[in-house]
């Protein structure tokens, strides 16, 4: 199984809202990211996962808090969202090999959300 | 700090014609480098990586890429383009394991008939 699965597929969501995203990989994977990307635009990295511990928060505002219960799933919770923060929400993982070699991200195909 | 630069935006090629994406990225070290490409809506897709050994790597769909560290470039290479192959094209670098990767700001690729 080579594959990042994400749900749901589109969410829409007012600002007063609580709702999460979900990420799910079953490839063994030890890195899992959480990727934020506008239209016309490349990814850009909110969080990193590594062996289940916050490695990288990119300044993310508050109202997005990451959640990884275990290695293969990654939680995004969202609350009090603007509508600015609509979006592609992308999720990544690999295999964070810790000495030599290099990994390549797996991308899951994206939340496409909608705050109203 | 790592960059990475797509010089092109937008490329539009004639179906059957030949391809090339450019790619230059700016470390002191050799990062590992990446193609992906995305279609409308979707995730990204892996097309190609290189992290050492041969410069001409082959990836999937007829795809190759060659690094070429004096110019600090990592171009995008197909022979004959087909139509499903219009899409954005993002090359990126990484220079840690479940580091941070450095996306360039994408080409677009317009296929005609």
């Known amino acids: 199984d080579t594959e990042v699965t994400q749900t749901p597929k589109h969410l829409v969501m007012g600002m007063t809202n609580k709702k999460s995203l979900k990420c799910e990989q079953h490839m063994g994977h030890r890195a899992m990211y959480w990727y934020k990307q506008k239209a016309k635009k490349p990814p850009e990295l909110m969080f990193v996962y590594s062996y289940e511990k916050l490695s990288i928060n990119e300044s993310v505002p508050s109202r997005f808090s990451p959640e990884c219960p275990n290695s293969s799933l990654l939680n995004l919770h969202l609350h009090a969202l603007q509508p600015e923060d609509s979006a592609l929400y992308l999720c990544?993982?690999?295999?964070?090999?810790?000495?030599?070699?290099?990994?390549?991200?797996?991308f899951g195909p994206g939340t496409r959300l909608t705050v109203l | 700090a790592q960059s990475v630069t797509q010089p092109d935006i937008h490329i539009t090629v004639s179906e059957g014609a030949s391809l090339e994406l450019r790619c230059n990225y700016s470390y002191g070290a050799t990062p590992y480098l990446f193609w992906y490409v995305q279609s409308p809506g979707q995730g990204l897709q892996l097309l190609l990586k290189?992290?050492?050994?041969?410069?001409l790597v082959q990836g999937i769909k007829g795809f190759e890429a060659e690094f070429k560290r004096s110019q600090s470039s990592f171009n995008l290479r197909k022979p004959s383009v087909h139509w499903s192959d219009a899409a954005e094209y993002f090359c990126a670098s990484r220079n840690t394991n479940a580091g941070k990767s450095t996306f360039g700001d994408g080409t677009t690729l317009t296929v005609k008939p």
């Open positions: 990544a993982s690999s295999q964070a090999r810790l000495a030599g070699g290099g990994d390549e991200q797996f």
């Open positions: 290189y992290f050492s050994g041969d410069t």
